[in-house]
């Protein structure tokens, strides 16, 4: 039974930084893409970032501010997030993908989290 667990969220001012974790268990993955996504209030979940091996991608709106890393030992994915702001206040979500063609696209992960809240105050 594969299992994400994520971490880290939380209530800061804007201009603050937070850094999520997810931490996978159940299953040893060398070649995944882990994908993180969000959803605000009445909004469609959203793209965030995306890791496969050491290759990256970004939504415009985090480039520059948000960065995703993973620690393979620990088979754990982050999400160092920085200059916040109110629009990021959201649900973040991270997932796993053993084949992803469209990293941006919710459908193509296999696993996901149960998310976790951060509201960014202004």
């Known amino acids: 039974q594969v299992q994400l667990v994520e971490s880290g969220g939380g209530l800061v001012p804007a201009g603050a930084s937070l850094r999520l974790s997810c931490a996978v268990s159940?299953?040893?993955?060398?070649?995944?893409?882990a994908g993180w996504f969000r959803q605000a209030p009445g909004k469609e979940r959203e793209f965030v970032a995306r890791i496969t091996g050491s290759t990256t991608d970004y939504a415009d709106f985090v480039k520059g501010r948000f960065t995703i890393s993973r620690d393979n030992a620990k088979n754990t994915v982050y999400l160092q997030m920085s200059s916040l702001n109110p629009e990021d206040t959201a649900v973040y979500s991270c997932a796993v993908g053993l084949f992803v063609s469209a990293y941006d696209r919710p459908g193509q992960y296999n696993w996901w989290g149960q998310g976790t809240q951060v509201t960014v105050s202004s």
């Open positions: 159940g299953r040893t993955f060398s070649g995944y893409t």
